[in-house]
């Protein structure tokens, strides 16, 4: 299993996505916003593909559940940063299409559908293969092993602590837009 994988190539089509949401005000933007996307997707589809093969290695009978779980770690912590940078996107696309005598048109509310459609494909890629693996650690542990906490140090960030629970449960986020 490898150390670390190399999550910053991602982080240029992901960029160039916000950066097209948020500038889709004007008609002559749409282009770009179209591009931004389809380069998303691949690198998602990319980022997909690797992650799997890094789960396919995390399932050979001589990978550890300390290792697999260090791993899980790294891939959540993917997750929060992309999270991060997507959650604030996703909201306001959320509000520009909920927006009571919104007038859009159709071809616009399709690519802000698309985009937040996009964006939710990265958080759910991380959660979902993090998930995965913490089930397969979990598996390998040993019935005897005694997993022990380690306290906070420092000060506590609430507003990010409450992002993050709200990113895990995507049901209680819903909930808490209606």
């Known amino acids: ?4 994988l190399d999550a910053s190539r991602y982080e240029v089509p992901l ?10 005000e ?5 282009d770009k916003l179209h591009s931004a996307q389809e380069r998303a997707v691949t690198a998602l589809e990319s980022r997909r593909a690797e992650l799997n093969t890094l789960y396919e290695r995390a399932v050979a009978p001589d990978t550890g559940w300390q290792e697999i779980t260090q791993v899980a770690a790294m891939i959540g912590e993917w997750g929060r940063a992309a999270a991060e940078k997507l959650y604030p996107q996703i909201d306001a696309l959320q509000r520009k299409l909920a ?3 919104n007038d859009m048109p159709p071809e616009v509310r ?3 559908q698309e985009s937040i459609k ?13 998930e995965k693996l913490l ?4 598996e390998r542990r040993p019935a005897d092993e005694v997993l022990r906490a380690n306290p906070v140090q420092g000060e506590v960030d609430h507003e990010a602590l409450s992002r993050e629970f709200i990113g895990r449960f995507p049901k209680l986020r819903a909930a808490l837009a209606k």
């Open 26 to 30: 004007a008609a002559s933007k749409w």
């Open 1 to 4: 299993m490898p150390d670390a």
């Open 135 to 138: 089930r397969l650690a979990a």
């Open 118 to 130: 996009i964006a939710e494909g990265w958080l759910t890629l991380y959660c979902d293969i993090r």
């Open 99 to 101: 927006a009571p005598g």
């Open 110 to 112: 399709r690519a802000r």
């Open 15 to 24: 960029a160039a996505l916000i950066d097209a949401i948020e500038s889709t």
